[in-house]
């Protein structure tokens, strides 16, 4: 990973345009070619960023970044670099998921009905830059559906899927993808906020899920 501290100014052009003034900012480089811009807010999200398949090409102050697919461009212009190194962080074991959501996740996958008559499954742990999606799917009309699975939803997945979905309508072989909150237990501030973000919100039944009937089963 390269990390590069420097006064710039950045322009994003493509089927959007959007301009960053020249301020300090952080850019980071993966090994997987992506390149992400940050400030000091905003906690982990970034200013704006690009996906591989991409190519950086350093032209003295002025840095593209070009799409290997759809062509679109992120161009930095840089004053001051105030920063440059590379680190080798070796390949990453994973997030080692809660017990619990690892197995919703692999039952979910396997009734992917759940969500509703004609889903299919695309697959488990769909990788992004930022990290993986639980899972990918289509729905009845062939559209893409991403799914974040909790044991209890709460705002921070929410947003943690917001962020999936932001990269995964910039590929075009997927876009338009809409999202599914699925959770055991789903707090009402987090139904708020994916309601208001447009995503849907599923609540999970654990036992159901395994095929266990209900120890005290009811007639409607």
Known sequence: MR?????????????????????????????????????????????????????????????????????????????????????????????????????????????ITTLGDGYSLIRREYMTAIGPVDILCRDAGGATVAVEIKRRGEIDGVEQLTRYLELLNRDPLLAPVRGVFAAQEIKPQARVLAADRGIDCVTLDYDALRGIEPENPTLF
């Not at 052009?13 to 480089?29: D, E, N």
């Not at 461009?73 to 074991?93: A, Q």
């Open 3 to 111: 990390l590069v501290i420097a006064r710039c100014s950045v322009d994003y052009i493509g089927r959007l345009t959007a301009h960053l003034p020249m301020a300090p900012r952080l850019v980071l480089i993966k090994a997987d070619g992506s390149v992400s811009i940050h400030a000091d807010d905003r906690a982990f999200k970034p200013l704006n960023w690009m996906n591989p398949p991409c190519k950086l090409k350093e032209d003295g102050g002025t840095w593209t970044v070009t799409h290997g697919k759809t062509g679109e461009k992120l161009v930095l212009t840089m004053e001051e670099i105030l920063h440059d190194s590379s680190h080798e962080l070796g390949v990453d074991p994973g997030l080692i998921k809660d017990g619990v959501e690892a197995h919703l996740q692999e039952l979910l996958a396997e009734h």
